[in-house]
């Protein structure tokens, strides 16, 4: 079963600091990954998608990721945070499972940034 | 101009009650979802709709019944409600049910209807 790995369920930056959110994704196939943020107490946004169009993939709100298949991962950076990023960040796949879409998500990674 | 709607967004109620959620999506997708977040913020999938006919059904208790009315309303139905049912609840949608025919399968969420049960 496809699964994904977030690493590190809080991440602390300084504001104006390169922010790294981990993504490790299990697939037998290169699948669609996605990277989603959550405000508190608000529903998911999509930040970004990787479509196999290109490896490196440009979101919203300055964020961007790097599809690596030797590595399997998909990692979040931001070159410099806001305080404004403070939110929860879950990665996902698209498993292809019975060929309908179904998100698996990561446990989620808490970002926190302080001035 | 809500893209994916939901209500409540909150609902608490007693155990053994029987409660409602609604969504509604203006996007014209055909394909809405239901996901559940627990205490830790693990979102898992429940069920998937598409056009209004079920197409995926996750282990879930038979007490959660989903029900879509027209291609653009997704509720959920929950009978006898348990204390592990205390959840937030994410609508979601789709444009289509499977990747391929229109994007990666990206989904829209909803505001999420946080039901607390006592």
């Known amino acids: 079963a496809q699964s994904v790995t977030q690493l590190g369920s809080h991440v602390s930056v300084s504001e104006g600091a390169l922010v790294l959110l981990r993504c490790n994704y299990s697939s037998s196939v290169p699948p669609y990954l996605f990277w989603y943020v959550q405000y508190p107490n608000q529903g998911l946004q999509l930040l970004l998608k990787?479509?196999?169009?290109?490896?490196l993939v440009k979101g919203i709100n300055g964020f961007e990721a790097e599809f690596k298949k030797s590595e399997t991962s998909f990692h979040l950076t931001k070159p410099s945070a806001h305080m404004s990023d403070a939110a929860e960040y879950f990665c996902a796949v698209n498993p292809f499972s019975g060929g309908y879409n179904k998100l698996i998500f990561g446990a989620g990674t808490r970002l926190a940034v302080h001035p | 101009d809500t893209a994916v709607s939901q209500t409540p967004k909150y609902l608490v109620t007693q155990m053994g009650n029987d409660k409602s959620i609604k969504c509604e999506q203006n996007l014209g997708h055909d394909t809405m979802y239901w996901y559940k977040q627990d205490s830790k913020k693990f979102l898992k999938i429940m069920f998937s709709y598409n056009n209004k006919e079920l197409i995926i059904n996750e282990t879930v208790p038979n007490r959660f019944s989903p029900k879509s009315p027209d291609k653009a309303h997704l509720n959920l139905h929950i009978n006898s409600l348990e204390l592990g049912d205390s959840a937030v609840y994410f609508c979601a949608s789709s444009q289509a049910p499977t990747f391929g025919l229109a994007g990666a399968g990206e989904q829209f969420f909803g505001p999420g209807t946080r039901l607390t049960v006592l």
């Open positions: 990787y479509t196999s169009a290109a490896t």
